[in-house]
């Protein structure tokens, strides 16, 4: 099974001491190192452009990580993370364009020319005035908070709500389904105050630093990175915790959970919250790194994509997700500079190969070269 | 006479007309092993369903200490002092014994206490003790999934002493044991039911004998006879009931 | 507005409905049955429009003269390629992943994905239509609603929704065949250990599923232009009013695709087509809240 982060193999005694390791093992304990490794020696090898591609798939193993929690361990399925990882993006977004018009000497120019102090696309819409939900953006210390609070909150309320009335699996998952939906057709099609189909893009500095200046994308590619490895850290610590073995049983034998005392639908509500957050960490991370937030990346093809790099890397991987979501995403890279046609039939395989013969991914495939020994090996979905 | 530690009354549950437990009244004293016989179908699971909120009562009432549990549901039936074996062991099955039974213990049940959760040696001295009675102590670190049928049942009353509800329900605790695991079993629920009150549903007459105080029959949803399993034994509809048992 | 408009505006969602009413079939029988979504169920309703299309194609180079015909040899083929086609499915795939409903979305949905290429690759990413067959052009102008028009393929549409729709309700309710879907729906151990073959229940059902979307499919041709993503379009809108009827009753479903259709042309007509979509998403998730099992469902779940 693909214990990517859970407890090494072995017997395990009621005091911890465990019996010997396999090398396997050693690369698990490890993982989470031995990818900060990697991350950080690999600029010095990659061009300017490969790695801000890099950067970019970094950007959606935000999102993929949350998916592990929640799918993996928590056995909900959502296929509307685009939702969360939108809305970070969006809000960073907003704080960026409502930055360059105010400070960049070429938006005042427009912006004098056209007698308003509006983000381009709304002049462009002839829309009035800031929307008042745009006011506070102005502001980054309520840009970055908002970016982690407003999804918990959402995500919260949704979940909870939907458990606390036992919803099953398969109709949540449509409901996130739904709502990535809604949210990307809203954003479409108010152009005037989110930019439509275009996003929002045309970011000249992000607190004062210039996106053109000197090292700028390398400093914001280790900025990532360390991102990722602190919300690696914090997904892998709420796995090894009471909470994340009390997942795994609300995930296999939800019923029974309650009759030792649980309230699920509050777990549930947690790990869901925590997964948002992810993904739009993730979301914001993307915006200033790309210089664009669009609505491609909100609705149910982006949203379902993030599953299959959960699922690439191993369903129960914490770690496995960022491979995944790097492998995925040079392959998507691979396919649109060299196949174009191909990709849809590669990922779409993907998805039933995945699913079909390796539902522990690669972290699973990995397992598959231990010897388990008495903690048993089923290959359980 | 001790205080009635459970009273079921006028307790009706209908299933799209089918009423599997009819105006029953039943009563448990503190500190008693009650056992719970019946034909199938008799609406025995069905009572242990109601008491412990699975299923909600058409009407009746259900009253455990001074609270009414026919209005509350199952986490916080469970957190007021009430344990449920299942008929079908329902263990963690990806989850060590060890898993099982800490997230059994009844502290930290919130998500952020259980975040935070430090295992410390308190708790680790109740699940050895735990596990030394329900014959587990070896098997600590092995996956519930892969105990025997038996031994998943022993871990599940295993979670419920670590519970430590004053009232305990099990549903067939020795369904599918060999004789020598029905014989351990008897030492164990003897062993735990001292200074707890046990409703036992059970099938296999002579591990009956060897645990109860007292029996009641179930059928069709009523009770048709209460006494000592002598006395049960003896009366006439029981005998009509199970024909020959 | 006036009356006219009022009924044509009736109509209209009326021709909406009859697309939903038989793709959301389709589904909820599957679902109810199997507990599976299956992702790629717009993509059938896609081939059997393109099956339609290139019915239109060979009548029109092979058979010129019959050409009136080939819209209703298109339906019966429809149904037959997607029926096919979703018992091979249900064989190679869909069996192998029985207690695993999220995982078959999941790989459904991949399905989805290379079957959209599919499309492209035979049928060109430009969108085709069909031509609409004699009997079916030109539209009833009722004397009593003079300024109204109803096209008659619509109107054929409507029709032929209503009939499958009873050909439905009566293979299920009336039929040997529909008793054992039936009871394998309602408990499937107890069916098995009554002799119910229940693979072959499974297998047919879900073929049956799949014929349904393409008959939608088909009656979609007289309605709009069928492109590469068309499925993907109305996928969202299926699952909703499956989810919305609940799966206890088929009366469920067909009012459920009734009220969301109409809905949702009302709404189209009073807001951007975009914002009707999401007003309708967003009402059904929150009437959901409060009915978590469905529009119909008797059982009150505790």
Same mark, same amino acid.
């Given at each position: 099974?693909?214990?990517?982060?859970?407890?090494?193999?072995?017997?395990?005694?009621?005091?911890?001491?465990?019996?010997?390791?396999?090398?396997?093992?050693?690369?698990?304990?490890?993982?989470?190192?031995?990818?900060?490794?990697?991350?950080?020696?690999?600029?010095?090898?990659?061009?300017?452009?490969?790695?801000?591609?890099?950067?970019?798939?970094?950007?959606?193993?935000?999102?993929?990580?949350?998916?592990?929690?929640?799918?993996?361990?928590?056995?909900?399925?959502?296929?509307?993370?685009?939702?969360?990882?939108?809305?970070?993006?969006?809000?960073?977004?907003?704080?960026?364009?409502?930055?360059?018009?105010?400070?960049?000497?070429?938006?005042?120019?427009?912006?004098?020319?056209?007698?308003?102090?509006?983000?381009?696309?709304?002049?462009?819409?002839?829309? !009035?005035?800031?929307?008042?939900?745009?006011?506070?953006?102005?502001?980054?210390?309520?840009?970055?908070?908002?970016?982690?609070?407003?999804?918990?909150?959402?995500?919260?309320?949704l979940a909870y709500a939907n458990f606390r009335k036992r919803v099953g699996?398969?109709y949540f998952?449509?409901i996130?389904?739904? &709502?990535?939906?809604?949210?990307?057709?809203?954003?479409?099609?108010?152009?005037?105050?989110?930019?439509?189909?275009?996003?929002?893009?045309?970011?000249?500095?992000?607190?004062?630093?210039?996106?053109?200046?000197?090292?700028?994308?390398?400093?914001?590619?280790?900025?990532?990175?360390?991102?990722?490895?602190?919300?690696?850290?914090?997904?892998?610590?709420?796995?090894?915790?009471?909470?994340?073995?009390?997942?795994?049983?609300?995930?296999?034998? !939800?019923?029974?959970?309650?009759?030792?005392?649980?309230?699920p639908a509050?777990?549930k509500g947690?790990?869901?919250?925590?997964?948002?957050?992810?993904?739009?960490?993730?979301?914001?991370?993307?915006?200033?790194?790309?210089?664009?937030?669009?609505?491609?990346?909100?609705?149910?093809?982006?949203?379902?994509?993030?599953?299959?790099?959960?699922?690439?890397?191993?369903?129960?991987?914490?770690?496995?997700?960022?491979?995944?979501?790097?492998?995925?995403?040079?392959?998507?890279?691979?396919?649109?500079?060299? &196949?174009?046609?191909?990709?849809?039939?590669?990922?779409?395989?993907?998805?039933?190969?995945?699913?079909?013969?390796?539902?522990?991914?690669?972290?699973?495939?990995?397992?598959? &070269?231990?010897?388990?020994?008495?903690?048993?090996?089923?290959?359980?979905? | 006479?001790?205080?009635?530690?459970?009273?079921?009354?006028?307790?009706?549950?209908?299933?799209?007309?089918?009423?599997?437990?009819?105006?029953?009244?039943?009563?448990?004293?503190?500190?008693?092993?009650?056992?719970?016989?019946?034909?199938?179908?008799?609406?025995?699971?069905?009572?242990?369903?109601?008491?412990?909120?699975?299923?909600?009562?058409?009407?009746?009432?259900?009253?455990?200490?001074?609270?009414?549990?026919?209005?509350?549901i199952?986490?916080?039936?469970?957190?007021?002092?009430?344990?449920?074996?299942?008929?079908?062991?329902?263990?963690?099955?990806?989850?060590?014994?060890?898993?099982?039974?800490?997230?059994?213990?009844?502290?930290?049940?919130?998500?952020?206490?259980?975040?935070?959760?430090?295992?410390?040696?308190?708790?680790?001295?109740?699940?050895?003790?735990?596990?030394?009675?329900?014959?587990?102590?070896?098997?600590?670190?092995?996956?519930?999934?892969?105990?025997?049928?038996?031994?998943?049942?022993?871990?599940?009353?295993?979670?419920?002493?670590?519970?430590?509800?004053?009232?305990?329900?099990?549903?067939?605790?020795?369904?599918?044991?060999?004789?020598?695991?029905?014989?351990?079993?008897?030492?164990?629920?003897?062993?735990?039911?001292?200074?707890?009150?046990?409703?036992?549903?059970?099938?296999?007459?002579?591990?009956?004998?060897?645990?109860?105080?007292?029996?009641?029959?179930?059928?069709?949803?009523?009770?048709?006879?209460?006494?000592?399993?002598?006395?049960?034994?003896?009366?006439?509809?029981?005998?009509?009931?199970?024909?020959?048992? | 507005?006036?009356?006219?408009?009022?009924?044509?505006?009736? *109509?209209?969602?009326?021709?909406?409905?009859?697309?939903?009413?038989?793709?959301?079939?389709?589904?909820?029988?599957?679902?109810?049955?199997?507990?599976?979504?299956?992702?790629?169920?717009?993509?059938?309703?896609?081939?059997?429009?393109?099956?339609?299309?290139?019915?239109?194609? *060979?009548?029109?180079?092979?058979?010129?003269?019959?050409?009136?015909?080939?819209?209703?040899?298109?339906?019966?083929?429809?149904?037959?390629?997607?029926?096919?086609?979703?018992?091979?499915?249900?064989?190679?795939?869909?069996?192998?992943?029985?207690?695993?409903?999220?995982?078959?979305?999941?790989?459904?949905?991949?399905?989805?994905?290379?079957?959209?290429? /599919?499309?492209?690759?035979?049928?060109?990413?430009?969108?085709?239509?069909?031509?609409? /067959?004699?009997?079916?052009?030109?539209?009833?102008?009722?004397?009593?609603?003079?300024?109204?028009?109803?096209?008659?393929?619509?109107?054929?549409?409507?029709?032929?929704?209503?009939?499958?729709? *009873?050909?439905?309700?009566?293979?299920?309710?009336?039929?040997?065949?529909?008793?054992?879907?039936?009871?394998?729906?309602?408990?499937?151990?107890?069916?098995?250990?009554?002799?119910?073959?229940?693979?072959? /229940?499974?297998?047919?059902?879900?073929?049956?599923?799949?014929?349904?979307?393409?008959?939608?499919?088909?009656?979609?041709?007289?309605?709009?232009?069928?492109?590469? /993503?068309?499925?993907?379009?109305?996928?969202?809108?299926?699952?909703?009013?499956?989810?919305?009827?609940?799966?206890?009753?088929?009366?469920?479903?067909?009012?459920?695709?009734?009220?969301?259709?109409?809905?949702?042309?009302?709404?189209?007509?009073?807001?951007?087509?975009?914002?009707?979509?999401?007003?309708?998403?967003?009402?059904?998730i929150v009437a959901l809240y409060f009915r978590p099992n469905?529009?119909?469902?008797?059982?009150v779940r505790r």
């Open positions: 099974m693909g214990n990517g982060v859970t407890t090494a193999g072995g017997s395990v005694a009621a005091n911890g001491a465990k019996a010997k390791r396999t090398p396997v093992e050693w690369l698990k304990l490890f993982a989470i190192p031995i990818l900060a490794v990697l991350l950080l020696v690999i600029p010095l090898f990659l061009s300017e452009f490969r790695l801000n591609l890099l950067a970019k798939y970094l950007c959606f193993a935000f999102p993929a990580a949350g998916i592990v929690l929640i799918w993996g361990y928590g056995g909900i399925l959502s296929l509307g993370q685009g939702m969360f990882f939108g809305l970070g993006s969006y809000m960073m977004a907003m704080y960026l364009k409502l930055e360059s018009t105010t400070s960049d000497s070429s938006a005042q120019a427009l912006s004098e020319f056209f007698g308003s102090n509006l983000p381009d696309f709304m002049v462009w819409n002839s829309v !009035e005035a800031l929307p008042w939900w745009w006011e506070p953006f102005h502001h980054a210390w309520f840009a970055l908070p908002a970016i982690i609070i407003l999804p918990a909150l959402i995500a919260f309320v699996g398969v998952s449509i996130t389904l739904a &709502f990535s939906a809604i949210m990307a057709i809203v954003i479409i099609g108010q152009q005037g105050v989110t930019g439509g189909i275009n996003g929002i893009t045309d970011f000249k500095t992000f607190f004062g630093v210039s996106f053109e200046a000197e090292g700028v994308r390398t400093k914001l590619y280790l900025a990532t990175v360390l991102l990722l490895l602190a919300v690696l850290v914090v997904g892998r610590f709420i796995v090894r915790s009471r909470l994340g073995k009390i997942l795994v049983a609300i995930r296999d034998r !939800e019923d029974r959970v309650r009759f030792s005392g649980y309230d509050l777990f947690f790990i869901f919250a925590c997964a948002a957050v992810f993904a739009s960490i993730g979301g914001a991370l993307f915006t200033l790194q790309v210089g664009l937030a669009s609505p491609s990346l909100v609705g149910i093809v982006p949203s379902i994509e993030m599953v299959i790099y959960a699922a690439v890397g191993g369903r129960l991987s914490i770690v496995g997700a960022v491979y995944g979501a790097v492998l995925v995403g040079a392959a998507k890279t691979f396919f649109s500079e060299n &196949f174009v046609e191909y990709w849809l039939y590669f990922i779409g395989a993907l998805f039933v190969i995945v699913v079909m013969f390796l539902p522990s991914g690669l972290a699973g495939l990995l397992d598959r &070269f231990t010897r388990r020994g008495a903690n048993g090996n089923g290959a359980k979905p | 006479m001790n205080e009635l530690i459970l009273s079921v009354e006028d307790l009706t549950v209908s299933f799209d007309g089918f009423k599997a437990v009819d105006n029953l009244n039943f009563y448990v004293e503190q500190d008693e092993l009650r056992v719970v016989i019946g034909p199938n179908g008799a609406g025995k699971t069905t009572l242990l369903d109601m008491i412990c909120g699975k299923t909600k009562p058409s009407s009746g009432t259900i009253r455990f200490k001074n609270r009414y549990l026919h209005n509350m199952e986490y916080q039936i469970t957190r007021a002092g009430v344990g449920r074996k299942f008929q079908n062991p329902s263990v963690y099955e990806d989850l060590t014994v060890l898993e099982n039974l800490d997230i059994s213990y009844p502290k930290k049940r919130s998500v952020l206490g259980s975040l935070f959760f430090r295992r410390g040696s308190e708790i680790v001295g109740k699940i050895e003790a735990v596990a030394e009675q329900i014959y587990l102590r070896d098997q600590l670190g092995t996956k519930a999934g892969l105990l025997s049928h038996g031994q998943k049942q022993w871990l599940e009353i295993g979670m419920l002493l670590m519970q430590d509800p004053e009232l305990m329900l099990l549903d067939e605790p020795v369904a599918g044991m060999s004789a020598r695991e029905r014989e351990q079993t008897a030492d164990l629920l003897k062993r735990i039911s001292k200074g707890r009150s046990m409703v036992v549903i059970e099938h296999d007459m002579a591990f009956v004998k060897m645990i109860a105080h007292k029996v009641t029959v179930l059928h069709q949803g009523r009770m048709i006879a209460e006494g000592t399993m002598e006395q049960v034994q003896a009366d006439e509809r029981v005998i009509d009931v199970y024909l020959g048992h | 507005m006036t009356f006219e408009i009022f009924m044509m505006q009736a *109509f209209n969602g009326l021709s909406l409905f009859t697309i939903l009413v038989l793709m959301a079939l389709g589904l909820a029988i599957v679902f109810g049955l199997m507990g599976v979504i299956n992702m790629a169920h717009g993509e059938l309703m896609a081939m059997g429009a393109y099956t339609t299309y290139a019915t239109a194609l *060979f009548f029109e180079k092979f058979m010129p003269a019959a050409k009136d015909v080939y819209f209703l040899v298109g339906i019966v083929l429809a149904f037959a390629v997607t029926f096919v086609f979703g018992l091979a499915l249900e064989r190679g795939l869909i069996r192998f992943l029985y207690k695993r409903p999220l995982d078959t979305m999941l790989a459904t949905w991949g399905l989805s994905l290379i079957l959209q290429q /599919v499309f492209r690759h035979v049928f060109g990413p430009k969108e085709v239509g069909v031509p609409t /067959v004699s009997w079916l052009q030109g539209a009833w102008a009722p004397s009593f609603l003079p300024n109204a028009s109803f096209p008659l393929s619509r109107i054929f549409i409507i029709a032929l929704a209503l009939l499958v729709s *009873f050909g439905v309700y009566m293979l299920l309710f009336r039929t040997r065949w529909g008793l054992r879907i039936r009871a394998v729906t309602q408990n499937r151990t107890m069916s098995g250990a009554a002799g119910i073959n229940t693979e072959r /229940v499974d297998a047919l059902t879900f073929a049956l599923g799949c014929g349904l979307a393409g008959i939608a499919g088909s009656s979609f041709t007289m309605l709009a232009s069928t492109g590469p /993503v068309t499925g993907q379009q109305y996928v969202v809108d299926t699952f909703i009013v499956v989810v919305f009827g609940g799966v206890e009753s088929l009366l469920g479903t067909i009012l459920s695709a009734a009220i969301i259709g109409q809905l949702q042309s009302t709404f189209e007509f009073l807001m951007t087509g975009s914002m009707a979509k999401a007003s309708i998403l967003l009402l059904v469905g529009l119909f469902s008797s059982k």
